[in-house]
């Protein structure tokens, strides 16, 4: 079957870059002198027999980080900075991931196997420390992960005018692998990123600096006497068999190979269920870029694949890829600032044109175009390579400094609003401190809406739906709809007998007024019905004028056809989170307000206070930045103050009546002081209402008594379904509770026994 030429008869309209993309990203721990670490995988990741995305590599100390498949290399680089955002907290803050291929100065007796759970995963390393040695297990790279677009493949396919989809696909990546594997030199050239090794890695001196010792011989790669075929799929698959069936190898994942053939447990199913995609592995770690790889080299690979599938297959394929691999050889093996040989230069040609006429033939924009404009100028000045980049920091001959003050700046992003997950930071903040511990628990996930913050999270066959961080399957459809109520809620509350305020409902402002005589001389609150974040509220702790009542009401309408009015209750609000009928944390949340130092004024306390790194915007951080608009203004003439007046020194002044963190409320965590007997009525709350996850708002006079039924010390003035969760873990005062960790326990108890099982 021949299918060259295909790409060039396709419409310029066809979806050209159609693919799916994965990224597996190897990294080694070193502590903060840059020294191997010796402490185990972290515990906090899981079981690592079955983490789908942090796993061990050949080393205890090798991580390897493992992306979803993607559908964009966007999305592949951002998934990859999530996932190394949580191995960055969740490695210990004494060790960093080093950011170099070549490792930091090691000794092979320090160098520790994986101890992996599984018997022949064990053997299978022992097994490659014995036959390569333990020192070149350590060198890291990434692997990048590609599988043409379906409906790609389906246009090439119905050009080709071939019958077998399968046998199709295979000579479409058999192609590709053959042109790659001719090609390889160019990654190396453009990309390579291992230009020296530390002092006493290899036995012998090696001539230095080069472009990459990873992507020579010097790398870890197969004895020299396995030679596969690439010629045919019949012959690749049977050369692999045969050096294990001679013990030349010990299994198919032996042959290291610079691209694989991906998709099927066993080579032998890709005769008759297809190659699914192809694993690109000779990219070297680019210690400039925090996750490894940039987005540049992902476009440009992209690009360069495509241009290996738009150039003919080889003829003599066995022999031009042997040609291929001394010419890589060479290349890697040069100082980064030499120029390309001529069998080099001779090949950019035609690589080139292939690129130009890819993007010219499809019509690619000026981003792509300006990637094979640097294409161009990166063949012609060695200077612009990756490793050329590198030379000015070698010292001594040594990368160590270099690497480490890089690792070390990347440690510190890492832990840089740490209570955020990097790359998802405009998801709101539960959802992300949920999706955080979803990976490091090494749960499936997939963002359906990442708008809606609705999320699939699966392990095996168990598949869990989760919107909002705690919007689950556990609680009935009609359970949040009856919260969302608050006249719903109080009712159910008060037939269950427990202590709600007094009041009333009304659908217009005619009909709030006149109830005005019956609550003119109280203390009252004026609410919309259905809200959230304090959205509305108005507290009155003396008696309203009529006119301010009709102004409160005219807020609350604002915000619902229907308000409520009622009683207001002194004491102390606290928030009680409740998960399947057990008190997990307990909030106080105090009101904006500001403390003077006699000083500076209220506009810059307020400053001050919005400089703490957990306050933002839109409820993607833990506290929210604190407002001096009408409201807190009109607060401030009440106690006598504007917001350029200087505060006495210890002088307290609220800036808001409500204590909503989303206003710029402070957040206090109880949950170790609270009486037990209030966390329980709040819990008997939650169940009454058949809530699996609730926050229950409790106004407490006094907190020493003791709560029981049927006499409770303390006042129910609302349920919330999908109550905030970052507000109880990151606090402006207190230890802090996780929640997020305990809902997923809930959601998988399957993991956590195999936890305890490993």
Known sequence: ?????????????????????????????????????????????????????????????????????????????????????????????DEVLWPL?????????????????????????????????????????????????????????????????????????????????????????LFGAAPIAEQGFFDQEVPEPVRSFRNSDHGYVNKEEIQVSFDNLEDYVSDIETYIANGDLIAEKEFYSAVRFRGQKANRSFLDK???????????????????????????????????????????????????????EKIALSHPLEPLPDQAMAETKDIIKALDQLVQHFGLGDYHQDLVKQVKATFADPKQTLSAQLLPYIKDKSLADFALNKALAYQDYDWTAHYALKGYEEMELSTQMLLFDAIQKGINFDILDEQDQFLKLWHKDHVEYVKNGNMTSKDNYVVPLAMANKT?????????????????????????????????????????????????????????????YQKALEIAFAEDTAVLVEEFIPGTEYRFFILDGHCEAVLLRVAANVVGDG???????????????LRGHDHRSPLEIIALGDIEQLMLAQQGYTPDDVLPDGKKVNLRRNSNISTGGDSIDVTEI??????????????SMGAWACGVDLIIPDETQIAIKENPHCTCIELNFNPSMYMHTYCAEGPGQAITPKILDKLFPELVALKHQN
């Open 1 to 93: 079957m021949t299918i060259n030429q295909l790409l060039q008869k396709l419409e310029s309209t066809s979806p050209i870059l159609q693919a799916n993309f994965g990224i597996e990203r190897e990294s080694l721990r070193v502590d903060r002198q840059g020294q191997l670490a010796h402490t185990p995988h972290p515990s906090c990741l899981g079981a690592r027999s079955f983490h789908p995305y942090i796993q061990t590599d050949f080393c205890e100390f090798q991580m390897e980080l493992i992306t979803p498949v993607a559908k964009s290399t966007t999305e592949a680089r951002r998934l990859l900075g999530a996932i190394t955002d949580v191995t960055g907290r969740s490695i210990s803050q």
């Open 101 to 189: 291929s070549m490792p930091p100065r090691i000794k092979a007796e320090e160098i520790q196997v994986a101890q992996l759970e599984n018997e022949f995963e064990r053997h299978y390393r022992n097994y490659l420390a014995e036959k390569y040695g333990t020192k070149l297990q350590a060198i890291s790279g990434i692997h990048y992960n590609m599988e043409l677009g379906k409906d790609l493949v389906e246009a090439l396919f119905q050009e080709s005018n071939q019958t077998d989809m399968i046998a199709f696909k295979n000579a479409l990546y058999l192609k590709l692998a053959q042109n790659y594997l001719r090609y390889r030199w160019v990654i190396t050239y």
């Open 274 to 328: 297809g190659i699914t995609y192809l694993e690109f592995r000779n990219f070297d770690l680019n210690p400039f870029e925090r996750i490894g790889i940039s987005q540049t080299t992902m476009d440009t690979v992209h690009l360069l694949i495509l241009a290996f599938l738009w150039l003919d297959s080889p003829e003599n394929v066995d022999q031009v890829l042997a040609q291929g691999h001394a010419l890589n």
């Open 488 to 548: 719903v809620t109080k009712k159910i509350l008060a037939d269950a007998g427990f202590p709600v305020p007094t009041g009333d409902e009304f659908t217009s402002l005619e009909q709030g007024l006149a109830y005005y005589p019956l609550i003119k001389n109280k203390q009252i609150v004026v609410k919309p019905k259905s809200t959230n974040f304090g959205l509305g509220i108005s507290i009155f702790q003396e008696p309203a004028s009529l006119e301010n």
């Open 599 to 613: 000083k500076h004024t209220i506009r810059e306390l307020v400053a001050q206070k919005n400089a703490n790194p």
């Open 674 to 687: 609270m009486d037990s007997s209030y966390q329980e009525l709040a819990a008997a709350m939650a169940t």
